[in-house]
């Protein structure tokens, strides 16, 4: 038997595969959406990656990056969580990390009040993981969380 291979086709290729795996709903495998953190010379020095969205279970997994430190600003909080947790409507975000070499992250995640479960062989056989987890509760009765809700309250009045 021949095969012959399709690309460029995601959406359709993607709502084929969630119908035949029962855990993933319809927008399990849509496109991620993305979004860039430019500073003032207009160079993207950070960008965020939201992905493998599940309706169903109201949760989706969050990625970033960035070449300077100083992209991580309240203002980028609140976008990284508000698009998950106000626009989407979800109980939980995740967030998968290395466990061993990413300890300025973790300390991150931790002051922003995630939980974390360590999963063996996460990135290969020698390469533990992490799976960091905020849920909807921890974020918004945050200290960080309240503040930059008021604030979000006070720009749309």
């Not at 795996?21 to 965020?48: F, R, T, Y």
């Not at 990656?49 to 997994?61: L, P």
């Not at 799976?131 to 749309?156: D, F, H, I, M, P």
Request: charged share 25%.
């Amino acid at each position: 038997m021949r095969l012959r291979y399709v690309y460029g086709q995601d959406e359709l290729i993607s709502r084929f595969v969630a119908a035949l795996v029962p855990h993933v709903d319809d927008n399990g495998w849509q496109h991620a959406v993305s979004m860039g953190v430019i500073d003032e010379e207009g160079k993207l020095i950070a960008g965020v990656v939201w992905y493998n969205y599940s309706r169903a279970f109201g949760h989706i997994e969050v990625g970033a990056a960035a070449t300077s430190p100083h992209w991580f600003t309240r203002e980028t909080i609140r976008r990284l969580y508000g698009y998950p947790f106000d626009e989407l409507g979800c109980q939980l975000v995740l967030h998968v990390t290395p466990a061993t070499d990413n300890d300025r992250v973790k300390r991150i995640l931790a002051g922003l009040g995630c939980y974390f479960v360590e999963v063996p062989r996460l990135f290969g056989r020698a390469r533990d993981g992490v799976v960091a987890g905020l849920t909807e509760e921890v974020w918004r009765n945050s200290k960080l969380g309240r503040r930059l809700a008021q604030v979000a309250q006070q720009e749309a009045a």
